[in-house]
């Protein structure tokens, strides 16, 4: 009993602590494209553009994941039986009967 007090409070001070440091925080967490390949695409006197299809505002996003996650669980679901064949189709595919 003393174990689950004992990660309890650690848990509750690990998350008070991230909660306090990230409200704290102004600064804003860049990105790769932000810190690395801006810098390099800038040296090479090819400076950063907007995008032809600006996804940054609106439904767009969530429009792109949905139909993604449509697609990817077709794939699965269409391919699940050859991914998890039936316990008798998997002993006759082995014994090449």
């Known amino acids: 009993m003393k174990k689950i007090w004992l990660a309890s409070g650690l848990i509750i001070l690990l998350a008070l602590g991230m909660y306090i440091g990230l409200r704290t925080s102004d600064s804003k967490w860049a990105g790769v494209d932000e810190s690395v390949v801006e810098k390099f695409a800038i040296e090479a006197n090819r400076p950063p553009h907007e995008p032809l299809i600006n996804i940054e505002h609106g439904d767009l ?24 064949p039936p316990k008798g189709k998997t002993e006759r595919l082995a014994t090449g009967i």
């Open 61 to 84: 996003p969530l429009l792109l994941f949905l139909l993604a996650g449509a697609a990817g669980g077709f794939a699965a679901g269409y391919s699940f039986r050859g991914l998890f």
